[in-house]
Nanobody
Framework: QVQLVESGGGLVQPGGSLRLSCAASGSISRINVMGWYRQATGEERQLVAI???????NYADSVKDRFTVSRDEDKNTVQLQMNNLKPDDTAVYYCNAVGVWTTTTFYNGQYWGKGTLVTVSS
């Protein structure tokens, strides 16, 4: 079965940096789109940054000058480098994958990781 596992969350002071990683496991041949969403307490889950196989990216306006998404398509991993973090960045960050081909199946929907908590506070 396909699974997404995030790592790298934690507590950081405002202005600091964190790097999140996500690894997709399973008999995966390719993934169309991978990236990150986040959900703050009491709010809906929102897009942070995603990247397609062709390298196209889509960032939330609130993070595009501070965050960078990258992928290793051969390893089926995606990273999120977060710089100049703000308290408003505090949220659970979820890895996301859309359009996953395995050796036997294709799923055109979305997979989600369980999330990793990022807390930006003094």
């Amino acid at each position: 079965q396909v699974q997404l596992v995030e790592s790298g969350g934690g507590l950081v002071q405002p202005g600091g940096s964190l790097r999140l990683s996500c690894a997709a496991s399973g008999s995966i041949s390719r993934i169309n789109v991978m990236g990150w969403y986040r959900q703050a307490t009491g709010e809906e889950r929102q897009l942070v940054a995603i990247m397609s196989r062709g390298g196209s990216t889509n960032y939330a306006d609130s993070v595009k000058d501070r965050f960078t998404v990258s992928r290793d398509e051969d390893k089926n991993t995606v990273q999120l480098q977060m710089n100049n973090l703000k308290p408003d960045d505090t949220a659970v960050y979820y890895c996301n994958a859309v359009g996953v081909w395995t050796t036997t199946t294709f799923y055109n929907g979305q997979y989600w990781g369980k999330g990793t908590l990022v807390t930006v506070s003094s």
